[in-house]
């Protein structure tokens, strides 16, 4: 791509690579297909990394506006159901929708606080408002995907390495909570049981990486899981009510709420959520893609933000929020290796069937959060790794660029050490500012703008970034 000019390099030095040489030949391991029972396993790996993930927001939006246990239970498995469809859609695809890669789409936690605000106390009639405003915001996406994704020029490795480096950190104290047992105001939480078991976990996981080969190392955090959770059994960490109380078959009812409504400030609301929720798939695209081989150019990301898009607007239909890149999965592909779209394909298709099967979800429950806490320790870290091995071809003894890195990450990280700094802001800024990920991206972008592309005569966009692809070699 004309836009990219450093992507035939990153190509030349991932050709040899031992992974791209084990793929079948001619074919690039991310369009590779595993045997059916790998398929599988590494498939609800991936589930397993990330329903916690999917199932949070409807949990913490239900009571929030006021609906029943069953109606919440009813939004979890709606949640699980259009996470699977977003995910086949960004995966495998058609038209010029999905980005092709092992990309896992869910339910984004951006919207969570503009959504309780919308929704608060008002019920069934909260739900059909959040509903009508992600419907729109989401169209709306769907129309300004082409012009969105030609900013991919202003994402050089300075950018990117910086923004997937926050994307870990960022996701980090997520592992730290469920190692403490997920529920701030529960007796046991941060308890010497659940901190106990998360680190169990985790030398489990970092043992079975270090003991096994081949494709039981890839399932390592599959299997870690398992581990911990029958460990977790005779601790009484486990309970059997979700599995109990479940029913064999359940299909999401389209607009099981009532018809989307549509009122103008919730459509605004949830249209800034999506801004944001674009620009966060956008880095978490190019992040991947470079995990993987294939660098995501103007092409993949505008594919990848169409899925998104149409993902969301989907998902109402069937009692769904807004979906987007979930960066957890991110450092599983990471971790193990296992770059096919394929597998995340037979995620997505696993994800259906627990929308569909309310008890087969309830099992994948029945991990502990403090053992999902120590994998997602590995996991997230692994994502924070790879942004570091970006930094590091960033050239940045170059200019200003270790100063761009260093404003952004420390804005970035507002978020996370001081999670009130921005609580006199006005709410609908909340959307952009708790987020650090999204602080922490537009600042890498304004001052790489700023230091490396404005005032500088007869530049063009791309310069810095061919002078950092060209300092590397």
């Not at 498995?77 to 999905?98: D, E, M, P, R, Y």
């Not at 394909?345 to 029945?366: D, R, T, Y």
Request: glycine residues 10%; aromatic residues 6%.
């Amino acid at each position: 791509m004309r836009n990219r000019p450093e992507a035939p390099h990153v190509a030349a030095q991932s050709s040899p690579s031992k992974d791209a040489v084990a793929a079948p030949e001619g074919k690039h391991p991310v369009d590779e297909t595993l045997p059916p029972l790998k398929m599988f396993t590494s498939g609800l790996q991936h589930v397993a990394a990330m329903y916690a993930g999917v199932v949070a927001p409807p949990m913490i939006v239900g009571p929030a506006v006021g609906l029943s246990a069953t109606e919440t239970a009813f939004l979890m498995g709606a949640s699980l159901f259009t996470a699977g469809i977003a995910t086949l859609l960004q995966t495998l695809g058609f038209w010029k929708v999905g980005a092709r890669l092992p990309f896992v789409n869910g339910v984004s936690f951006a919207g969570v606080t503009p959504m309780i605000a919308i929704g608060k106390d008002r019920g069934a009639d909260g739900i059909t408002v959040i509903f009508g405003a992600i419907i729109v915001a989401s169209v709306l996406g769907f129309v300004l995907t082409p012009y969105f994704s030609k900013l991919v020029r202003f994402f050089p490795p300075v950018v990117t390495g910086t923004v997937i480096t926050l994307i870990g950190v960022s996701l980090l104290p997520v592992a730290f909570n469920w190692s403490q047992g997920g529920n701030s105001t529960a007796a046991d939480y941060g308890s010497m049981k659940n901190i106990g078991m998360a680190a169990l976990t985790f030398v489990i996981v970092l043992l079975l990486r270090r003991v096994l080969r081949g494709f039981l190392q890839q399932i390592a955090i599959l299997l870690g899981l398992v581990a911990g959770t029958i460990i977790a059994v005779p601790l009484g960490m486990t309970s059997l009510d979700a599995i109990k109380n479940a029913d064999v078959i359940g299909f999401p009812t389209p607009f099981h709420f009532g018809a989307p409504q549509f009122e103008i400030a919730a459509i605004v609301s949830m249209c800034i959520v999506m801004l944001v929720c674009m620009t966060e798939s956008t880095a978490d695209m190019l992040a991947l893609g470079k995990i993987v081989d294939r660098p995501a150019d103007e092409r993949i990301i505008e594919g990848g933000l169409r899925a998104d898009t149409l993902g969301s607007a989907v998902s109402p239909l069937f009692n769904g929020f807004m979906c987007s890149a979930f960066a957890q999965n991110i450092g599983l592909v990471a971790m193990t290796k296992v770059r096919s779209r394929f597998v995340v394909a037979a995620g997505g298709g696993i994800l259906i069937l627990l929308g569909l099967c309310p008890v087969a979800a309830s099992v994948i429950a029945l991990v502990p959060l403090p053992v999902l806490g120590g994998a997602g320790i590995v996991l997230f870290g692994s994502v924070a790794a790879s942004g570091v091995q970006t930094l590091a071809s960033a050239a940045l003894e170059k200019g200003e660029n270790a100063l761009i890195v260093a404003a952004s990450l420390g804005i970035g990280l507002i978020p996370i050490a001081a999670p009130g700094f921005y609580h006199a802001f006005p709410k609908d800024a909340l959307v952009v500012l708790d987020s650090g990920i999204s602080t922490g991206c537009i600042v890498a972008i304004v001052l790489n703008l700023a230091f490396n592309h404005l005032g500088r005569k007869g530049s063009s966009p791309m310069v810095p970034a061919q002078a950092e692809s060209a300092a590397v070699h």
